[in-house]
């Protein structure tokens, strides 16, 4: 039997009673998690539509291709009474600035919900954060400087979020469930942009900007208290666990061997990984093409085409819809060609990163290249926005593949360096767009582009699906691969 197909029958018993599967509720759980905090984070990306009017001359953008010139205050009312006078680099700045606290917290993160559990450092961490963002008016009003430093600290709470998810899917995730609970969790993700745009959007046009920050930071401090009443950090800890789940999920992840919260983390080993880059790579050029189509959409849609902020919030979040229906349809039909052992591991990991990538790269190239013709434009968006939820059975599942008991580590380290790209992206296009053209754009959307099928070819030819040697001890062969464990 080839070695991708070696087998061993792990067995779940039935638990009695009407019993609701303690995994389960975490995946909820970290879903919500994350919804939460995406709505925390990006509930400004529209706001600042009508918080804000461009410093350009005569307030008017100008076209390359296209001869018609847009009034950036558009229709909307409220906008003629937007409080602050913002150029596009200090909006930029604004939604980005997040992400130079988020990319120090990651790795701290990590260690941290090892050290002292997933309840304790999301909870708070969640807590925290909806408290910041009570105060985003109040903050925005006094000085721009202070409202940048806020969405700073804001990034560092929050740069625990997904080390934590992580580290619990370590401790609680069997094998040939990985991809489902996985995408799960960053079913958060897509939800934090394609229900949170277009509720702010609605909140903003018939409250004002002030209530989206108000509602969602209310929202953010409900889930908080619920995380921390109802999650515990391992099966082992779990007071309500059925006895026949706790077996299983530590049988089918960790056979004899259950990890503790304190296992010495292998430095120089991780460090020299190939499969562990060649699953940054990729993870970063998602985080690239994601980052860009989230925090640049809704500024790309109002600019250039002129809408209303319904019409943004709506049109920006359409990617994201996508991306939501791609991540669960597509786990699901991973974890089943893995349950039936049709190919290997590393074969459908290969798949679902490189083939997205590919496709929104591509999209974007043609994106660039249209002549202010709304429509195309947003199908294009929303292709290449959404074909990314395929990841979520590609590189986000290889972390904890290579590296079950590290895989929250491995994943700070990336988001560390992928969370680079949330500050440098948006300031970067905010460079390109300085002389206020359309045209523009096109540098903005070739960059992404770029990027995207470089992190394509690195995971394409390196990735891999073995436990890496300094992932299960010394005594362990270098390179062992994977077994497929059978559910029943």
């Known amino acids: 039997m080839p070695a991708h197909l070696k087998s061993k029958r792990i067995l779940e018993e039935e638990s009695p009673g009407c019993y609701i599967k303690a995994r389960y509720v975490l995946a909820l759980m970290t879903a919500l998690g994350t919804l939460n905090a995406y709505s925390l984070r990006n509930g400004i990306n529209i706001a600042i539509v009508n918080m804000t009017v461009s410093r350009s001359p005569n307030n008017l953008t100008t076209t390359g291709g296209c001869t018609r010139q847009i009034n950036v205050t558009r229709t909307d009312d409220k906008l003629k009474d937007a409080d602050f006078e913002w150029s596009i680099t200090e909006q930029t700045l604004v939604m980005g600035s997040f992400y130079y606290g988020y990319c120090v917290t990651n790795f701290p993160g990590a260690w941290m919900a090892k050290r002292y559990g997933i309840r304790i450092v999301l909870g708070v961490s969640s807590l925290l954060c909806a408290l910041l963002t009570l105060l985003v008016p109040l903050v925005a009003k006094s000085s721009l400087a202070l409202l940048v430093a806020l969405r700073i600290t804001l990034g560092a709470f929050q740069g625990v979020t997904f080390p934590t998810a992580w580290v619990a899917w370590g401790y609680w995730a069997p094998p040939l469930e990985r991809s489902r609970l996985v995408s799960i969790t960053l079913s958060g993700l897509s939800m934090g942009y394609f229900v949170v745009y277009p509720v702010v959007g609605g909140i903003v046009s018939s409250f004002g900007w002030e209530a989206s920050f108000y509602i969602t930071g209310a929202i953010g401090i409900v889930f908080a208290v619920v995380w921390l009443s109802i999650i515990h950090d391992t099966p082992a ?70 809408l209303d902020i319904k019409s943004v919030g709506f049109l920006a979040a359409l990617p994201f819809l996508i991306r939501l229906v791609l991540n669960l349809v597509g786990s699901s039909i991973a974890d089943m060609i893995l349950t039936k052992r049709l190919t290997r591991i590393v074969t459908v990991r290969k798949l679902a990163s490189v083939l997205p990538l590919t496709i929104s790269s591509i999209s974007l190239v043609i994106l660039a290249y249209l002549n202010c013709n709304i429509w195309p434009a947003v199908a294009l968006i929303s292709v290449s926005g959404g074909i990314l939820g395929l990841t979520t059975s590609g590189h986000a599942c290889s972390f904890v593949d290579i590296s079950p008991s590290f895989g929250g580590i491995t994943y700070s380290i990336s988001n560390t360096l992928a969370s680079v790209i949330g500050f440098i992206a948006p300031q970067v296009a905010g460079a390109f767009l300085s002389d206020n053209l359309v045209s523009s754009w096109k540098k903005v959307f070739w960059l992404a582009a770029a990027i995207g099928a470089f992190g394509a070819v690195i995971f394409l030819f390196f990735a891999s699906d073995r436990i890496q040697s300094w992932a299960k001890g010394e005594k362990t062969k270098e390179g062992e691969t994977q077994e497929i464990k059978v559910l029943i």
Not at 240 to 258: C, V
Not at 274 to 294: E, K, Q, R
């Open 237 to 306: 800890e779990h007071p309500r666990i059925s006895r026949q789940e706790k077996d299983y999920i530590e049988q089918s992840i960790h056979g004899d061997k259950i990890p503790t919260k304190k296992e010495a983390i292998p430095w120089l080993e991780m460090a020299k990984s190939v499969p562990a880059w060649a699953t940054i790579a990729s993870h970063l050029a998602d985080n690239y093409l994601t980052f860009t189509l989230g925090i640049m959409a809704p500024t790309y849609i109002a600019r250039v085409y002129g």
